[in-house]
Structure formats: C-alpha cells, structure tokens
Nanobody, 126 residues
C-alpha cells in the first residue's frame, strides 16, 4: 500500500523560503512520479511541480518556475520541494501525490495521480 506523508509547512515571511518533504512508503521501484499540488482557499487545486524518480526529469508550472525546485533522496524514499522567494500568493495547502510511470504532458494534472498525502499548510505573511 502506497502512503505519502508531507511535512515542512509553516508560516514564513514574504521573500522567505521553505522546504517541504514527501516521505513515501510502498513505492518499491524508481519508476514513479512524485507531483506537487497546492490549493488556496476558494481556488482549485493547482499542479505546480513534478519529478520522475527514475531519471529526475521534471516540470514546473509557470507560476513557480525559477522560484521552486525539486530534489529527491531515493535511499530515504523522500522527495523535496524547495520554495524560494515566497509571496502571499503562495499561501496554500501543499500536497504531494504519486503515480506509476512518467508522462510529462500530464504530470501537473491531478487526475493522473493515484496516491495522495494529507497536505501541509504554507502561509506567507508578514
């Protein structure tokens, strides 16, 4: 059974940074994708970043490209989303999700993910 657990959210000032973690269990091969999504109050959930664990290929939404980055530790089965230059528009609940395989064209589409974490809140405020 696949389980994902996010951590690392919190309150940060505008311009600050955070690193979110997504610890996975049950993903017993590297042929899977970890996607990151966020949902702000009153808004639809948005796909923001995704990485294929096998080769590190990745994709970012335009809203975060150049500010957010992805990394992974395959030994720890943990993926990371580094959030830099945060603005109040980045305030949301952040989720990681997983699917088998990698299809870059739909990697930011939530319907293509089978497994979801519970989310972690990021609040950007002065």
């Amino acid at each position: 059974q696949v389980q994902l657990v996010e951590s690392g959210g919190g309150l940060v000032q505008p311009g600050g940074a955070l690193t979110l973690s997504c610890a996975a269990s049950g993903l017993d091969s590297h042929y899977h994708t970890i996607g990151w999504f966020r949902q702000a109050p009153g808004k639809v959930r948005e796909g923001i970043a995704s990485m294929y664990s096998f080769d590190g290929d990745s994709i970012f939404a335009s809203s975060v490209k150049g500010r957010f980055s992805l990394s992974r530790d395959n030994d720890k089965k943990t993926s990371y989303l580094k959030l830099n230059h945060l603005t109040t528009d980045d305030t949301a609940k952040y989720y990681c999700a997983a699917r088998w395989g990698w299809v870059k064209s739909v990697a930011l589409t939530e319907q293509n993910y089978n497994y979801w974490g519970q989310g972690t809140q990021v609040t950007v405020s002065s």
